[in-house]
């Protein structure tokens, strides 16, 4: 019953708006025409498409990487032989593979001579592969950080914006009916006055001139010049709102009631989360700083060349190789071994053994030391942040919570007043047609019903103004 006599008001507010204008619109249609039509949204959701499309661009996964290379080739004319000799330094390719290790296969033709009339030849070939294994940490999540963070700015600044734009139009809808509000009183304040003083003089109860009559003009005056300065201020609030909106006020056929419930997340909301991101990135910054000097890394590698000519002294061969490395911040050390397979000669040189080692100080030791300094107190200043905005997020629940408790109970209280002068309209009409009461009573408890449709108008803006809120508050 509550909720039908607030509509009912409503749809009465509806009558009065409509006086003014030839057309209205629902509070949703005005709402979603302006967000379409406002250059700031458009702006808004091109920077989120840009944002999402670049994280989408960062996240694509890594392909084979191909180098070729033709090496440098060369043709010279050999008068001897009457003919040219082609040769090259090497023609190459080299494959990198998308793993953790950086993979790589190398194909090349090495040292490469050809004579045009098919006489000689020389070919150098080699095949080599090398893998890397590193012991320690090696994930790195900063990109997946970033990521997350540009998904998460992007679309909740969006949605905000586009949230608080809607709130902007329901409080220039607000003013503009509580402005309407303002002049049908003050309209109505000065025929009364104006009927007060007419009866006044027509009964001798005050003369022209008096001090009296003179009061009452006075009254008439300040009320007229009130009536000019609201009438000025609706002039304002109308660009106002067209500039908002993009059209002229044509009023408002329909508002809802608003829909408040509201529990708060455990988890927080997107400014929670950002901090939450932004600690991470900062922790993910100091573990890869400390890998660099924690982390070892072991290098694998082989090769293999064949040594192949069809000149008479030139002799085939195959030589393998394999070698390893491991090194850390401040050593090196690497072990090789390397042998020739004379096919021509089906002879095996013994292989070849070496190995390498390097050793530093740190020079850099004070700097290194510095920078994880720095490092860690950014951890902590992220942890701080991250506290921060988990304990405003709770406040920011706690007043939310007060705020609705506060309007339930104005949207509650309005609906008892407004019941309690539609009785007594209902009573003023009833003794009128009984003879017990003047029209001018009735008029006026007409007059009071019709001021409650904009008091209960203006509260339901209110009411989606904070349900708004709690959206905003749950991104």
């Given at each position: 019953?509550?909720?039908?006599?607030?509509?009912?008001?409503?749809?009465?507010?509806?009558?009065?708006?409509?006086?003014?204008?030839?057309?209205?619109?629902?509070?949703?249609?005005?709402?979603?025409?302006?967000?379409?039509?406002?250059?700031?949204?458009?702006?808004?959701e091109i920077t989120k498409n840009n944002a999402l499309l670049t994280q989408s661009i960062s996240q694509a996964e890594d392909d084979v990487g191909i180098t070729v290379s033709s090496g440098e080739v060369s043709a010279t004319y050999d008068p001897s032989a009457n003919a040219y000799i082609f040769r090259t330094n090497g023609v190459g390719a080299s494959f990198v593979l998308p793993d953790d290790g950086n993979t790589t296969i190398g194909v090349t033709t090495g040292l490469l001579t050809y004579q045009a009339s098919g006489s000689t030849y020389a070919i150098?070939?080699?095949i080599s592969a090398s893998h890397t294994i590193t012991y320690g940490y090696t994930t790195d999540n900063r990109e997946s950080l970033a990521n997350r963070q540009t998904e998460v700015l992007a679309t909740s600044s969006y949605e905000s914006s586009k949230l608080t734009f809607a709130n902007t139009i329901y409080k220039q809808i607000s003013s503009l009916l509580e402005n309407e509000k303002s002049i049908k009183?003050?309209?109505?304040?000065?025929?009364?006055?104006?009927?007060?003083?007419?009866?006044?003089?027509?009964?001798?109860?005050?003369?022209?001139?008096?001090?009296?009559?003179?009061?009452?003009?006075?009254?008439?005056?300040?009320?007229?010049?009130?009536?000019?300065?609201?009438?000025?201020?609706?002039?304002?609030?109308?660009?106002?709102?067209?500039?908002l909106t993009g059209s002229t006020w044509e009023g408002v056929?329909?508002?809802?009631?608003?829909?408040?419930?509201?529990?708060?997340?455990?988890?927080?909301?997107?400014?929670?989360?950002?901090?939450?991101?932004?600690?991470?990135?900062?922790?993910?910054?100091?573990?890869?700083?400390?890998?660099?000097?924690e982390n070892k890394s072991l290098k694998l590698g082989g090769s293999l060349n064949l040594g192949a000519s069809n000149k008479i002294s030139g002799n085939e061969t195959i030589t393998p190789g394999i070698s390893a490395t491991l090194a850390g911040k401040q050593f090196s050390l690497?072990?090789?071994?390397?042998?020739?397979?004379?096919?021509?000669?089906?002879?095996?040189?013994?292989?070849?053994?070496?190995?390498?080692?390097?050793?530093?100080?740190?020079?850099?030791?004070?700097?290194?030391?510095?920078?994880?300094?720095?490092?860690?107190?950014?951890?902590?200043?992220?942890?701080i942040a991250y506290a921060n905005a988990k304990n405003d997020y709770q406040q920011s629940v706690t007043s939310l919570e007060n705020r609705i408790a506060s309007w339930n109970l104005s949207y509650m209280l309005l609906g008892q007043t407004m019941d309690y002068h539609q009785q007594v309209l209902d009573q003023q009409q009833d003794l009128a047609e009984r003879g017990l009461a003047t029209q001018s009573e009735v008029d006026d408890a007409a007059f009071t019903v019709e001021m409650d449709a904009y008091d209960v108008a203006v509260t339901l803006l209110s009411g989606l103004q904070l349900e708004n809120e709690i959206r905003i508050l749950q991104i």
């Open positions: 019953m509550h909720n039908r006599r607030i509509r009912g008001m409503v749809l009465c507010l509806v009558f009065i708006v409509g006086t003014t204008s030839a057309f209205s619109q629902s509070l949703e249609d005005i709402v979603s025409r302006a967000l379409g039509e406002s250059t700031q949204m458009q702006d808004l150098n070939p080699t009183q003050t309209e109505k304040q000065i025929a009364d006055l104006h009927l007060d003083l007419e009866q006044n003089l027509s009964l001798k109860l005050i003369r022209e001139g008096s001090l009296t009559h003179e009061t009452q003009k006075q009254a008439i005056a300040s009320q007229e010049a009130t009536l000019s300065g609201l009438q000025a201020s609706r002039e304002l609030l109308l660009r106002q709102y067209a500039t056929d329909s508002i809802p009631e608003p829909v408040l419930d509201f529990s708060s997340n455990e988890e927080g909301n997107s400014n929670v989360l950002m901090q939450s991101l932004a600690l991470s990135m900062a922790k993910e910054d100091l573990a890869l700083k400390m890998a660099e000097f690497t072990g090789k071994v390397e042998g020739t397979y004379d096919i021509t000669a089906n002879d095996f040189i013994p292989p070849t053994v070496s190995i390498s080692g390097s050793w530093s100080n740190n020079p850099t030791s004070t700097t290194d030391s510095l920078t994880v300094q720095k490092l860690q107190n950014e951890v902590l200043l992220a942890e």
